[in-house]
């Protein structure tokens, strides 16, 4: 019989073996790179892993798979370390960290786009930006590509192109059985499906092809500000403008209280951003001008933007070890019952930190039908976000309590799924039951085919979980 000694020893055997087949590195407790390689972005979530693997080629990943096999050790899966929920690290398990693989290839002649899964926001815009070329993603530019796009992908193109998802191509996936699986439209069809919302549930992505889409080379961008007393007229201006927008129009609604060095004051605004990627900025400005009209900003800035500059305007608002829990809602009504409830909340955003996202859906999202990727529900017009990233610990249990309030009020306007890149971890919810909530019935039931066809131990389970329904014996 193995002792626990024993155990401790095989484990710590099965450990340097693993360091002398990698090419990437292995941190241990007691290495002084440990604390920053367990951290990720969301400070709420302070595990402290057995080891973390950061990966150095597509190799690291199958002898780390070979290693989860063998220890038992539970296994995260990690690219940029965003995720909300912090499912990108784990207490006493193994984490394999994919931030160093981080190449990006463009060809600017199909304008496919391969990016290894380390790769972050940054990394790609960076890379396809010359070419006048963008892959739809996010809006804070340390966000990983990975987890971004095996959720879904919103940001200030997704009624232009569509989530990131809906613009790839294809993706490479290493199973939990160590087998290398291209999937695409063609090939592996179901598995495609799956991974396209799924998030990390079936395999470690060990690249994504994108079809990039042609940006102007100075696309137009804005913000409008508004004053609380403004608020509700230009809520209401905005829901009245959204139905007749061109898909070139991509606007987000933030409600914030600016950091001090922004010098806006320390009271909430409404910040009406968005981004034209029409070629005539005129049209985009006429189009400006009819929400103008109807409200006028306190304050606006407008103009040709470089979209570099443009997708990383945000990011010092949420650096890394902020500590943060996120809701969301979807939603299609915005009329006065719905505005005067959500203003009801936005007034209690706060510095630092708490603040709300309205996202126009629709345009290049909602043509993509509902059967085509396990994205839940692409008839919303609008994604309500209430997020977090706040530095002071004591204010967990009141800005946690926030969100919740925010999702609860707005439950009555809710339409079915949710969006799990925006979800914080649930407490009391057993897990099942949220992935069923977030993915609704009868995608569930789908992905939870696919799970126990590719990861039936659910060797990967440390991410919005689709459990299998049985694991077979072994
Ligand atoms: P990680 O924590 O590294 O990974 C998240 C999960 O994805 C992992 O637990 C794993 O399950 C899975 N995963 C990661 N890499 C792989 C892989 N190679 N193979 C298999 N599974 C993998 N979302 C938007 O849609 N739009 C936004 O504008 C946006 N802005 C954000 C801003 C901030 C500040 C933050 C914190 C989050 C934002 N998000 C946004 C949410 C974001 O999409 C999710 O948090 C996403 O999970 C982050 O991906 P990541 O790779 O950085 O996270």
């Known amino acids: 019989m193995s002792t626990v000694h024993d155990n401790a020893r095989e484990l710590q055997q099965a450990l340097h073996e693993l360091r002398g087949k990698l090419s990437g590195s292995l941190i241990e407790p007691g290495d002084p790179l440990y604390d920053d390689a367990r951290a990720v972005w969301n400070g709420m979530v302070d595990l402290r892993p057995r080891a973390v693997v950061r990966a150095g080629a597509l190799t690291d990943i199958e002898v780390v798979l070979d290693a989860v096999q063998r220890t038992g050790l539970a296994l995260a899966v990690r690219g940029g370390g965003h995720n909300v929920a912090g499912h990108g690290t784990v207490d006493g398990g193994l984490v394999l960290d994919l931030g160093p693989m981080k190449r990006v290839q463009v060809d600017a002649g199909s304008r496919l786009v391969t990016v290894e899964p380390g790769a972050t926001l940054a990394d790609v815009d960076r890379a ?58 063609q090939e592996n069809p179901e598995l495609f499906w799956g991974l396209r919302g799924g998030g990390g549930n079936f395999g470690v992505a060990s690249s994504f092809t994108f079809r990039a889409r042609p940006l102007p080379a100075a696309p137009l961008g804005g913000n409008l500000f508004y004053r609380r007393k403004h608020w509700r007229n230009a809520l209401l201006a905005f829901a009245a403008w959204t139905p007749t927008l061109p898909e070139e129009m991509n606007p987000i609604v933030s409600f914030l209280v600016f950091p001090p060095e922004f010098g806006m004051g320390g009271d909430p605004w409404m910040i009406l951003g968005f981004m034209w990627v029409g070629e005539d900025h005129q049209a985009g400005l006429d189009r400006v001008g009819q929400l103008t009209a109807a409200a006028p900003p306190d304050e606006q800035e407008v103009g040709p933007a470089s979209w570099l500059d443009w997708q990383s305007a945000m990011d010092s608002v949420f650096p890394k070890g902020s500590r943060g829990y996120w809701k969301n809602v979807s939603f299609s009504r915005l009329d006065e019952e719905t505005v005067d409830v959500l203003l009801g909340f936005a007034s209690e955003v706060t510095w630092e930190g708490t603040g709300i996202d309205i996202h126009h859906m629709e345009g290049a999202f909602g043509r993509v039908p509902e059967d085509a990727t396990a994205f839940p529900n692409r008839s919303a017009r609008y994604w309500l976000n209430v997020y977090g990233f706040w530095r002071d610990r004591s204010e967990d249990d009141r800005l946690t309590a926030f969100a919740r309030k925010a999702y609860a009020l707005m439950q009555p306007f809710a339409e079915h ?45 440390l991410n919005h979980n689709i459990p299998p329904t049985q694991p077979p014996p072994g």
């Open 417 to 461: 799924g949710e969006y799990v890149n925006f979800l914080g971890a649930e407490v009391g919810l057993k897990e099942a039951d949220a992935a069923r909530a977030a993915y609704g019935p009868e995608k569930f039931q789908r992905l939870v085919a696919l799970k126990d066809r590719y990861d039936p131990h659910n060797v990967f389970r």
């Open 128 to 185: 396809t930006a010359p070419y006048n070329l963008a892959v739809p993603l996010g809006v804070i530019s340390g966000t990983g590509v990975a987890g971004l796009t095996l959720g879904g992908g919103v940001g200030w193109l997704t009624r232009t192109g569509g989530l990131s998802l809906d613009n790839l191509e294809s993706v490479d996936v290493v199973t939990a059985a160590g087998e290398h699986l291209h999937a695409s439209g």
